[in-house]
């Protein structure tokens, strides 16, 4: 028994000896270790060409040398010669795959990088089963493996598109990147670096393309400004400048600016709710201008750098940001997020996501408890194996801005750019785009002088009853908001001293997003025998001195009842607010509402059905507590329209309610 295992233990020995009998450095022969030296020697006096020659001499004495193929390798490597590199490193595996077990992940690198993921995927698997693995190595390779494995399987993820150069107004022989583009696709925004200064330029859209780029007045300095994102209404500016002297809290910080009367007002710090000691930069502005989204590289986060996002009340203060809901932040870098003006799609760039290589651009849906969905990857060939940069989507959904430190061409193949960074666009594949988004553009005027008025917009997505943006117009009484599409939206608009105007949206059966509204808002005088002046008269004009002579009817556009029916909708409680807390302000204000229906039914039935319609508005009020001495109430059935009955809108217009002031 002893001598039968004897024998095994001899057998086992002689079995290892034979694997593992190669030439190292320190069993090589003589001859070949002096080639072996005399490489490395040229190899550190910058002497590669003449390095491999002693290299190959080495190996012709020691065929099985390892550590010489591991230094041609290395050479290799440096010179940008991939496919020579991974020959040496197969044949350093072939002899002894865990001799320098980091090698087998130094071979799949270069193999996922050169579009090889099948063969990298082996050497993956078998460097995490390697007897001795580096911690670090180990997490960069499941990453490596995970990105395989991706490509691999999603292979069929690839859309054709035809990046197209932005015009030479955009694009210079300067470097140009982080593109941003308005709501209503007027103004083109982005980031110049001229003779090593960063600065915020802007064109607009002409008949023929776009304009000459001009440089952001009253933002940019002599200092450095770049990563810009403004609001939807083009009056709110965040940005990223480094290293000022006089208010940053860290290397790089976000920094705000609002547009009123023409201009950008003072430059302020977002504080240090937002900002830390670390280095911020990247944000995106909601299309509200209320929720911002930026990278950040504080210590406390979850990797390099990570996503955060903060969100501002209505007197203007940001909260304190947090990392963003969901799966997006991972251990490696999260970066350029860009929030569609949807509110619901979120663009960004990782390397922590399984992908291409390098950063690769994700997209991410909100979901219903406010955390953000599982990422996708866009798909080849937006992502390469190269690090994509920022990443934008038009509002309308079908065109998507990016700058790349590569030239494109029209099939998508890369080769470096002669001018370092520029900014491209594509036709955004379908299954890529946003939640389709419409806009309300409107301006607010006095109805009698027709001057531009300073006035509260309010818009209330109807379902839930809830505000969906809200905002204050400047002297230009301009206001912007975006509408995402598959929702109703009631829309207010009020001024102390004002009757208010309503406006509805009823977008949740539309699925397009081509058609913008574009309105001219008449707020009406309360006449001024019945106006409350307001504790700050210097705030407002002074009423009209010429009162209403005739009953003008406001009409309640948000005001809703069941088919055939007199009892309101639940859609109906914002507006009928509205109009309680104008009575309520307005206490010598008397009304009359009045019912409307179109000329569909018997005449006696709308007649009928327009009194009760009126008088449910009356009960509600009287409910809430309004004397009903300062109301009244009627019906006029089909009898006073203001629109065609010949068509399903005109006859939607006649169906409504009103209000006139009476005596």
């Known amino acids: 028994m002893r001598i039968i295992i004897c024998i095994f233990i001899l057998f086992a020995q002689s079995f ?22 005399k490489g490395k020697e040229l190899n550190r006096a910058n002497e590669a060409e003449k390095a491999l020659k002693e290299f190959d001499k080495a190996l012709r004495e020691a065929p099985d040398f390892i550590d010489v193929y591991i230094e041609k390798a290395a050479i290799k490597i440096t010179e940008g010669n ?50 001795k693995t580096n911690e670090t190595l180990v997490s960069k390779s499941k990453k490596l493996l995970a990105d395989c494995e991706f490509e691999l399987k999603a292979g069929a993820i690839k859309v054709d598109y035809d990046p197209i150069l932005m015009p030479k107004s955009i694009n210079t022989t300067n470097r140009e990147y982080f593109p941003s583009i308005s709501a209503d696709g007027q103004t083109f925004y982005f980031t110049r670096v001229t003779k090593g200064q960063e600065d915020i330029y802007f064109c607009k859209k002409t008949e ?3 304009g000459e780029a001009q440089a952001l007045s009253n933002i940019n300095t002599p200092e450095n400004e770049a990563n810009q994102s403004i609001s939807a ?20 910080d976000l920094y705000i600016s609002q547009f009123r009367n023409g201009k950008w007002e003072e430059v302020k710090n977002m504080g240090a709710g937002i900002n830390s000691s670390a280095w911020e930069s990247q944000p995106s502005i909601s299309a509200d201008g209320k929720f ?17 996002y903060s969100k501002s009340n209505r007197e203007g203060a940001w909260s304190v940001a947090k990392p963003i809901k969901g799966n997006i932040n991972t251990s490696g870098d999260e970066q350029t997020p860009f929030l569609h003006p949807d509110g619901q799609t979120l663009y960004f760039k990782s390397d922590g996501h399984p992908g291409f290589g390098g950063q ?13 969905g599982e990422p996708k990857n866009i798909g080849a060939p937006i992502n390469t194996k190269a690090n994509e940069g920022s990443f934008v989507v038009s509002l309308d959904g079908k065109t998507a801005y990016f700058d790349s430190d590569m030239e494109l061409s029209e099939n998508g193949a890369e080769k470096p750019s002669k001018n370092l960074h520029e900014i491209y666009y594509i036709e955004l594949d379908e299954k890529l785009r946003p939640e389709p988004v419409t806009y309300v553009k409107a301006k607010v005027i006095d109805a009698e002088t027709k001057k531009p008025l300073v006035a509260n917009v309010d818009f209330m997505d109807l379902a839930i009853q809830k505000t969906h943006a809200y905002s204050t117009t400047d002297n230009s009484g301009e206001f912007l908001v975006c509408l995402p599409v598959g929702k109703d939206y009631g829309l207010n608009v009020s001024k102390p001293e004002y009757l208010f105007h309503s ?13 913008p509204y574009e309105l001219i808002i008449e707020l009406k005088r309360i006449p001024k025998e019945i106006a409350v002046l307001s504790e700050k008269p210097n705030t407002i004009q002074k009423p009209s001195t010429k009162p209403l002579t005739k009953p003008t009817p406001i009409i309640l556009k948000n005001i809703f009842f069941a088919t055939g029916s007199a009892v309101l909708k639940d859609e109906s409680t914002g507006e009928l607010l509205k109009l309680y807390q104008l009575l309520n302000e307005t206490p010598k204000m008397k009304i009359q509402i009045n019912g409307h229906t179109d000329n569909v039914g018997s005449d ?3 007649l009928a059905l327009s009194q009760k319609r009126a008088k449910s508005v009356y009960d509600y009020l009287i409910g809430k507590g309004i004397a009903a001495s300062r109301l009244k109430h009627e019906g006029f059935g089909k009898n006073q329209p203001i629109d065609t009955n010949e068509t399903k809108e005109g006859r939607q217009n006649n169906r409504r309610t009103e209000f006139i002031i009476i005596p």
């Open 360 to 372: 690769d651009i994700f997209f991410s849906k909100k979901q219903k408890d406010g955390t953000w």
């Open 16 to 37: 290892t000896a034979s694997a593992q009998s190669y030439v190292t450095k320190k069993n090589a022969p003589k001859k070949a270790l002096k080639y072996y030296m």
């Open 503 to 515: 406006e509805n949206f009823a977008l949740k059966e539309r699925d397009d997003n081509n058609e």
């Open 233 to 252: 209404d083009g009056k709110t500016i965040i940005f990223t400048a480094c290293n000022r002297r006089d208010q940053g809290f860290g290397s790089c």
């Open 604 to 606: 006696p039935d709308n």
């Open 292 to 308: 911002l989204l930026f990278t950040s590289r504080r210590k406390n986060g979850k990797g390099k750098a990570d996503i955060y």
């Open 82 to 131: 991939d496919e020579g590199a991974e020959k040496e490193l197969e044949k350093v595996i072939g002899i002894d795959p865990y001799y320098k077990s980091k090698l087998l992940y130094s071979l799949a690198f270069l193999e996922q990088k050169n579009g090889k993921c099948k063969e990298a995927k082996v050497h993956l698997e078998q460097y995490l089963k390697a007897p």
């Open 208 to 210: 023929t393309g776009w």
